[in-house]
Structures are given as C-alpha cells and as structure tokens.
C-alpha cells in the first residue's frame, strides 16, 4: 500500500551581510561584487564573509566582471544550460545559467552576464551569461 | 572511553530571528568564538562534527552548505542529527572520534536557525500514515504528557512557574541568552497566554535562531592546551520507541534518562548526585520538564520534585544550581541546544562562567532530551 | 599514541542486505528489518549482543522529520544509543569504528536506508545547495556532475565513448533487478541527462537496506578470514563547483590518504587487492583512479559497483558488504570501500579493510 | 551595512509512502469502522496502531486483537495555538481538543482530537467514543475525533 502525501513549507533563506551586498549590488547597480583576500589575494565572487581556501576574514569588496570565460557547462535535457564562469577578475568560478541554448558553449567561450530586467535582490537577478561579442578567445 | 577534554566553547547571539546572518554565518560566529576561548588555530582542528535538524530549515546535508563556515573545508566532517539531542549527540560523537585515537582535536558546532522555516509544522513530518493526520506539534504533545505527570505527581502550576521564573531569572546574568526578562514573576507567568492546557507561553522554550560550538581535545593535548579543561567523565545515550502512545506516562517513567543518569554516574563515580554535582546544565523544553528530569537525574525521590523547586534547591545559591544559563526554556536553537548544555556545564568547569559562574565548580552535568523520550547525559569534571 | 591510528582493532562480522531495486514495495522499516536480521544471522548474534546503533538516513529523501525514528524499534535502538549520520552509510560506519576504537562500545550495528522511489530524487538534492547562490538557479546533483564531466571531456574526445565502455562494462558483470544499458552503442544514442552524461552512463537509483555489524573482537564464527576495518578516512570539499578543482577529486584524495595513514600504509595503489568505489557516473571512476592511484591494474568492482544500480545513502556501506564478502571467499588480502554524497563528491569517505586469515 | 536580504524558497515536494503490511491491514480495517491491535509474544502489549516490531522484547508482533473504538483518556489538552497542516499548506485552527486514548482491547494509547473543548469537563479516565466520518477512506481520520460519554 502507497499513499502519496505533499510537503508544502514556505522558507526564508537570510543572506547574511556579505550575500545581501552581493545581491543588492546586483539588484540596485547591476554590479557583480567579490571579495578579494587578504591573506592569499584570491578574488572570490560571489562576495562572502569569509575565504573558503585558507579561512581569512580579511576581505576587501572588488567589483568583477560582468564579462567572463567559461570553465565548464553541462546540458539538462529540458534545455536548461548550466555553467560555472570565471568572470573577468575573479580567481573562482560563479555557478550560474547560459542563455540560448547553450549552442556555442565550449570551455574558454567568452560569454558575458544579461541582469533581468525585473531585479528582486536575488541570484536571478543576473537572468544567465551569453556569448559575448569576440567569440571564443 | 580515552580520556578527552572540553577546552573552548563559543555561542552566538541567540535571537528570534538572525536575520542579519546566513546559515553558514551563524555557524562561523560559534566556531570561531571557541577557537579563540580555546586559544587554538582553525588549522589545529583535525575533524568538525555537525549538529541539525535539517528539514527544520528544509534543508538536506546541511553541513555541505555550512562545512565551510565550521572550518571544515577539506577536513573530515560529519552531520548528527537525532531531533532535540541532536547537539549533544554531536558532543558525544566529537568525544567517540577523539578517544578513537583517529583525531587530537575536534570542534563541534550545532545550530538552528528556526526563523527559516516552520518548526512546528517541521516536528509534524513524521509518520504520514498516522501523526501527521494527528499532529499538533511539540506544544500539544508535551501539554498531554504533562497532564499525566500533574495527575501522578500532584506537581501543580505554580511549582512550575517558580522553574519558569527561575530559568528567566539566571538568563540575566547570561549575555548569551535569546530571552531577557528581568523582574519576571511567577503571577506573570500565571497570567500568560495559554498555549495548550496547561501550558502557557512561558512554560514553554522560545525558538531561536543561533549556534554554539566546543572544542574537544584528546588527553595530553587538552592537558597542554588548556589550564583547567573539562574532562568528559561520561557520556550516556538511550533512546526509547519514537511513538508518544507507546511509552507509558513518559514524563513520568522516563526510563531513558534514568537510565542513562544511572550509567553515568556509575561511570563518573557518582552515588549521590545532588551532593556530588556542583552544576547542571539539563534539556528542559518545558517548565514541567524540569521537574520530571529532577526525578529521572535522581535530584530527588519520586513526587519530591515540586518540594524541591519551592526550597530553591535548585536556584544560583541553592545546593545544586540547575540551569545558571537560563536553560532551554530561555534559548532554544534546537541542533545547538545540546551543544549549549555542554559547553555551558565546560564553562562552569574552565571557570569562566562570569556572572552565572557557580563558585568553584568541579563538577557538571550536562544533559540532552528529544524526540518523545529520548535522553544523554554527560558529566564533566575538573579532572580525568 | 599518536593521533591518526585506532586505539583498538574493528572488525567487520556481519552483512546484511536487501539489494538494491527500482522500487521495493515494503515500507522503510520492513526493509531495515529485513536487512539488520540478515546481518544479525550472519554475523551469528542478536540484538542483546550490539551495544550501540549508527544509522544513516536524510530526512528529506524520506519525506520524514528526524527519519530514524521510524526504525528505531527495527533496529533494536530502544534502550539502546543510537547516532544517525545523515551521510552516505560508509561513513555511518566509519563513525561506528571510531566508536569501538574509542572503547565506549564493544559491537555497533550500522544501518543505511533509501528508497528514491519515494519522490523525485534530483529535485530534493536542490535542497542541499546553498539556497542564496545556487538553489534558485535550479541546479542539482545531477547538473553538478554533468559540469564536472563536462570540465573533463572538453579536451578529450574520446571520453564519451570511454565512458560508455565503463558503464557497459561494469553493467555487464552484476545481476540486477535494473533494466540499465549494457551495450556501449546504445548507451551512446541513449538521451543526455546532463550533457555529457548520457541516461546509460548513469547508475540508475532505486531502493535498498544494508546493515552491518562491526565489533572489537575478531569474529570466531567465521573464524576462517576475519576482516578488519584497518584505515578510515573522509573529507569535505568545498561546496561550489566555482571554488573547487573541477577535474579532480581533491577530497578523495585526502580521505584515501588519510585512511591509509591510520591503516599504516603507503596511499598508493600498490597493495590493494581489491577496490569498491561508489561511483554513480562513468567519470567518476576516472576521478577515483587519479585520487588513489587506483586504476585498471588492481580489481575493481567485480560485481559492477554502483553501475548495475544502487540506493542514495545505502551505496557506500553496501560498497563495504561487498569488498568484505569477497575478503571471506579469500579473494582479497587488502581491499578499499569508498563512499561519497553531495554534489560532485563534496562529501567523501573511504575504508581500508583487511583480512587476516 | 546594506538591509539584510532573505531568499524566499518554496518546498512543494511529494512523496510516495509504502505503509508496513500491518500498516495496510489496520487501514484496511478502518474503512470498515474496525480497529484492531498487535499482540506481541514476549510481554503480551497490545500495540495500536500497530508496530512492526516489539521495541521492548524484539520480536516481530504478528497476533492480531480486536479493539472497540471506545476506550479511556490516558491524557488530554485542550490546544489554543493554529498549526501549519504540512499537507496543504493551510492552518488548522484553534481550539481544539487533543487526548491520549487508550482503547479497550490495546494496551498503548492513541493520539487523536476530542470533540470536548472545555477543560472543566476534561479528566484522565473519562470514557471516550470514536465519532468516524460518512465517507471512509481507509485512514486514521476516518474518525473525526473522539467524544467524551456522559
């Protein structure tokens, strides 16, 4: 015997002072914000409190992109194109979608991020990256 | 089990909701703090353990988001997770990966952050062909439970609002504290909303959001690292059939934790708690709780427990200080409650318990207390 | 004693497994049940002998809010102390030796269980990704390892059908109750799931229990080959795919070094008789191989690994029942167990097992 | 500092759950307007609903015991605070009444809703009465709740 039964819970994830920069710079300036380290000087997007590689504290806010290169993609099979871009800059990659298909995507492409036109303070506020004029570099 | 030690502790502000810090920031604010009081590196941390209820805030493998923020990034990390022992759970887990030989240092963080989802609907998931078409959350539960106990122990409302009162009254002295009630009294108690008969609102713990973690340090490094670590004497765990109709009056009998108190004491040398404990730090959700654990912890015999609040036995001056940080019923991030007992009955040991310090404690109890019946219990000591 | 060697000996005395299946029809605690009364059998003891429980389980794939408790009384916790790892069950295990090293228990029952069957397992892993930076993009699990194959294949053309070899071949040895691809070409045509990843590359994820018995005391019963549980390691990686090294596994690495440095031993593949990687992609054994130095030259997976399919949560602890099963028939002296859970093996955990006749 | 942002996700997530075969066979029962109880061997406790497995004696519970559906409050309360139904979403309102039931014929007591609101006419060992609903599908509230004889 199956009974098939639903979870309906709305949440409400804070982002914390780091993530809420990051996304209001995002929502109010169109501006990709990350974090430069002070102790091993790697830019970290998106902006955090703290570096994941060596635990400093020590960050100073830089602005990145919102050009960029991409590191790796994959194809859903409903379309959807996953991606993580190294944004002009930045010293880690930003996990975000690829606009149109995804059809020129190789490693290396130049692609660049498209901000939605309706911004609410959230990662979708960059709506994905698209080839960026030049091509593959 | 090997000889391990608490030698840092640290918590966060605890609140109703942190809205001005992620998960992973709660976390740090804990993890870091215990490193400093340890007077340790974050890379002298061999292993992380994590404490949380993860769909509590919807999540699944929650230390995948937060493993960083605990120190973990690259280290071994583990995520407990056994409903409001959680935390204490974790404790024992840090003890066991320690003692193992496998590790010198752990760092334990439990935390919760309730204002992120709905925790009493949260409590409800469980069996879906049963509880949940029957659910009324921990408050309904706890106040069927309670009317058990009042019926066999003639405990009445009043002795539970002196524990109440009690518990709000030492949170003053505890900055870390999610309520801060000064000059609570035990007529306002009383005239409280009425949650579920008979429980009213400050019977009950608060949510909160918040994070606490300890550092666990194996024998001869805890004896380097710290002046006056807090030896893990014993560390006791059962658990009792998760059904709420199964387990008899369980208030009452709570054979789990005593139990669990019986072994742990046997294993810390311990005959009569109430004269050879200094401290207890105890898992008390709900005012009447307090008063079942008096009974169960062998505080006091059977049906003595209300004598036992009204002669302040159990206040700061009293023989026994129960909960000088103001208990679960003052803060309650579930995964990091536990964590908090034993950090706070640490603190007691280490002696740097400031304002809530119980002079010259040596030893502390430390207790954790879920699902409907489920117990651990821990004491510490201010030597091996 | 310095740290990073066990205190005392862990041996592994029973297995018990229900196997994995597309969908079981019993409930969870029917199948737990099922599989901890084999492994009691096995191992020739009863409840009254396992002084401690470790379970591993992840509310959300069971639709449940602290999910052991709907096994509790199946796997004898009453009275009894129980920790749940809400991890892959291999390193439930490595907690439970951790435990009998500790010499706080003598004898720990370890108990995995999930039936993906329940719901859709790839939307629920959404839930484990940073809800601020990831989890709105509506990426998953299965998203994380397409980039990280996606990250290998790029300058490697012969990836794809490399891959498919892999899937094929290790189908092809293991009976199961899945109708999963065995033929390379098929596998080839079969639909991208997360391009490069192709639906036949896949370990298909079904439902299954597996329980085991670990204890300080070499077992007697089958006191033919006793198996010890030598070397344990895990690690967590960084979360993001963007902060990680996307064509390693840099925390298996460490895992797998850290279990042979509590075993004693060099990290390197020399040694090892037998390897048990839980690898539900084709790259991922590609990935395991450059992390441990193990690779084509030692066994690897004779019964197909994760390949002919297998059950979230359950998949490294049944890694375990596998490598110590062959150990007994005296297949193998030295063998490794590996588990892994998050995206693209954030978490990862390894043992180090041997035999001693 | 910029205004602390929150990210709003929505969890609508189901699940497909396969009851034990005793589980089933109680449901079964219900939609007759019959209760019934495992017995276990060791101690003789009567379980409902019924367990898969005697936590105490560890023996699977096979011997199956008709229950009426009037019984005694073992336990009760009267609730005052509104609940999030995790199933749709919406609040259950309050008050309502909550009991401890234990059914002649079982040994264990069963959580479920009084149709009694008043505290004053509350006690443990009030005789209690199911009230099942027209329509029975197979479920535990095929009893709306429990009323209190008088």
Not at chain 1, 118 to 124: S, T, V, Y
Not at chain 2, 147 to 174: F, I, P, W
Not at chain 3, 12 to 21: Q, R
Request: hydrophobic share 45%; glycine share 10%; charged share 20%.
């Amino acid at each position: 015997m199956i009974r098939e039964s639903a979870i309906r819970i709305p949440f409400r994830y804070a982002a914390g002072a780091a993530g809420s920069r990051f996304l209001a710079a995002l929502r109010d300036q169109q501006r990709i914000l990350g974090a430069r380290c002070a102790a091993c000087a790697r830019v970290l997007v998106p902006l955090r409190a703290f570096c994941p590689v060596c635990g400093s504290e020590t960050l100073d806010t830089v602005e990145v992109g919102p050009g960029g290169t991409l590191q790796t993609w994959t194809t859903r099979a409903d379309g959807t194109v996953f991606a993580v871009i190294l944004l002009d800059g930045a010293s880690s990659g930003l996990v975000h979608r690829l606009l149109d298909g995804g059809e020129e995507a190789c490693c290396g492409l130049r692609v660049r991020a498209r901000f939605a036109t309706e911004r609410r303070g959230g990662i979708l506020d960059i709506a994905g990256f698209e080839p960026a004029q030049g091509g593959a570099t | 089990m090997n000889p391990v030690a608490v030698i840092g502790t640290g918590q966060t502000r605890h609140a109703r909701a942190r809205d001005d810090a992620s998960q992973p920031d709660l976390v740090r604010e804990a993890a870091a703090r215990a490193i400093e009081d340890a007077g340790i590196r974050a890379r002298d941390i061999d292993a992380v353990v994590i404490a949380n209820m993860e769909l509590f805030e919807g999540r699944a493998w929650p230390e995948l988001w937060v493993g960083e923020a605990a120190f973990a990034a690259g280290k071994p990390c583990l995520k407990v997770a056994t409903g409001g022992t959680s935390g204490t759970s974790g404790c024992i887990a840090g003890f066991h990966q320690v003692a193992s030989g496998l590790f010198d240092i752990v760092l334990v963080v439990g935390f919760e952050k309730h204002s992120e989802g709905h925790t009493q609907t949260g409590m409800t998931l469980t069996d879906p062909y049963w509880d949940r078409a029957v659910a009324s959350g921990a408050v309904g539960n706890f106040a069927l439970s309670v009317s058990q106990y009042m019926a066999d122990r003639g405990v009445t409302e009043l002795q539970a609002a002196l524990v109440a009162v009690k518990a709000r009254r030492n949170a003053v002295r505890n900055p870390h504290a999610h309520l801060q009630m000064p000059g609570i009294t035990v007529e306002e108690v009383l005239a409280s909303r009425l949650l579920a008969h008979p429980l009213r609102l400050l019977d009950m713990c608060p949510q909160s959001d918040g994070a606490c973690a300890i550092v666990v340090a194996a024998g001869e490094r805890a004896r380097k690292l710290h002046p006056r670590p807090a030896w893990v004497r014993a560390a006791a765990t059962r658990h009792e059939q998760p059904y709420i109709g199964d387990i008899d009056r369980r208030l009452v009998t709570m054979r789990t934790l005593r139990d669990a108190a019986r072994e742990a004491y046997a294993d810390a040398g311990i005959r009569e708690p109430l004269k050879e404990l200094d401290v207890a730090e105890i898992y008390e959700p709900v005012s009447y709780a307090e008063l079942a654990w008096y009974e169960a912890l062998g505080f006091c015999a059977e049906g003595e427990a209300g004598r036992l609040i009204e002669d302040g036995v159990t206040e700061m001056d009293g023989e026994l200080p129960v909960n000088p940080s103001g208990g679960v019923l003052s803060t309650n991030p579930v995964g990091a409650s536990g964590v908090i007992r034993v950090a706070e009955a640490a603190l007691q040991i280490h002696g740097r318990g400031g304002a809530r310090q119980v002079e010259g404690a040596r030893t502390a109890l430390a207790t954790g207390y879920g699902v409907y019946a489920w117990a651990d219990v821990i004491v510490l000591a201010d030597r091996p | 004693m310095t740290a990073g060697s066990l205190r005392r000996p862990v041996f592994v005395c029973g297995l018990g497994e229900t196997g994995a299946v597309p969908e079981d029809p019993r409930s969870i605690p029917e199948m737990v049940l099922a599989a901890v009364q084999a492994a009691y059998r096995d191992a020739g003891c009863t409840q009254a002998d396992v002084d401690a429980v470790v379970t591993a389980s992840v509310d959300l794939l069971d639709g449940l809010t602290a999910s052991n408790i709907a096994i509790t009384e199946v796997v004898d916790a009453v009275m009894k102390p129980e920790t749940r790892i809400a991890a892959d069950g291999l390193a439930a295990a490595l907690h439970a030796a951790a435990q009998i090293a500790a010499g706080s228990y003598d004898t720990v029952l370890v108990v995995a269980h999930c039936k993906a069957s329940m719901a859709d397992y790839q939307a629920l892993t959404r839930w484990a990704l940073d809800p601020i930076y990831l989890q709105p993009l509506g990426v998953d699990f299965l998203a994380c390892a397409g980039l990280q194959a996606m990250a290998l294949a790029e300058d490697d053309p012969g990836a794809e059908r490399r891959w498919a070899q892999i899937a094929a071949a290790r189908r092809s040895c293991g009976s199961s109750a899945f109708s999963g691809l065995c033929d390379v070409d098929r596998i080839l045509v079969s639909p991208l799931v997360a391009a490069p990843l192709r639906a036949g590359m896949c370990a298909p994820l079904g439902d299954a229990a597996c329980a085991v018995v670990l204890t300080a005391q070499a077992p007697a019963r089958s006191a033919a080959i006793a198996v010890r549980m030598a070397g344990l390691g895990w690690d967590l990686e960084r979360h993001s795919l963007g902060d990680r090294h996307l064509r390693s596994w840099d925390g298996l690495k460490r895992a797998f070094e850290r279990a042979c440095g509590t075993a004693g031993i060099e990290p390197t593949a020399g040694g090892f008789e037998l390897a048990e990687p839980s690898c539900l992609y084709p790259h991922e054994e590609e990935l395991f191989a450059r992390a441990t130095g193990i690779d084509a030259a030692t066994p690897l997976s004779p019964e197909g690994g994760l390949f002919p399919g297998t059950a979230p949560i359950v998949a490294g602890l049944s890694r375990l029942a596998a490598a110590a099963r062959r150990m007994r028939q005296g297949r193998a002296e030295r063998a490794l167990a590996h588990g892994a859970w998050g995206p693209a093996g954030q978490g990862q955990a390894v043992a180090v097992l041997e035999a001693r006749a | 500092m910029s205004e602390p942002l929150l990210v709003p996700i929505e969890m609508d997530q189901s699940w497909r759950y396969a009851a034990t075969a005793a589980m089933a066979r109680f449901c079964a029962g219900l939609k007759e307007r019959r209760l019934e109880a495992l017995r276990c061997d060791g101690c003789g406790k009567r379980y409902l609903p019924p367990r898969p497995v005697c936590g105490n004696c560890h023996l699977a519970l096979r011997d199956w015991v008709a229950v009426r559906d009037e019984g005694r409050l073992a336990a009760w309360t009267v609730v005052h605070v509104p609940i999030l139904d995790p199933r749709s979403g919406r609040m259950r309102e309050a008050p309502y009444g909550m009991g401890l039931i234990r059914l002649d014929g079982a040994d264990t007591t069963l959580n479920h809703y009084l149709a009694e609101q008043n505290p004053a006419r509350l006690a443990i060992g009030l005789g209690v009465r199911a009230v099942w609903r027209e329509q029975l599908v197979g479920a535990i509230d095929d009893i709306l709740h429990f009323e209190v004889l008088r």
